[in-house]
């Protein structure tokens, strides 16, 4: 795989950020700040590769965002 796609969503009832992946089973993490789960995501994906069993040393990762709100006048 050239690159491991991790979507992130802004979850406007819980005011967190959610990251998951379909590429990267077991991955659905969130955190209060977007760089704290940009950071979090980093951390977690060696240790998913780990226990599954897969051996890379070099894990491209390209992060896609969406935020949805509503603006009042």
């Known amino acids: 795989m050239s690159e491991y796609l991790v979507k992130i969503q802004w979850d406007p ?19 209060g700040s977007y760089d704290a789960l940009i950071e979090r995501v980093l951390n977690i994906i060696p240790e998913l590769f780990e226990i599954k069993g897969i051996e890379r040393k070099d894990i491209p990762v390209r992060f896609v965002s969406q935020r949805t709100e509503r603006v009042y006048a």
């Open 13 to 31: 009832e819980a005011y967190v950020w959610v990251a998951t992946s379909g590429d990267i089973p077991g991955l659905a993490t969130e955190a």
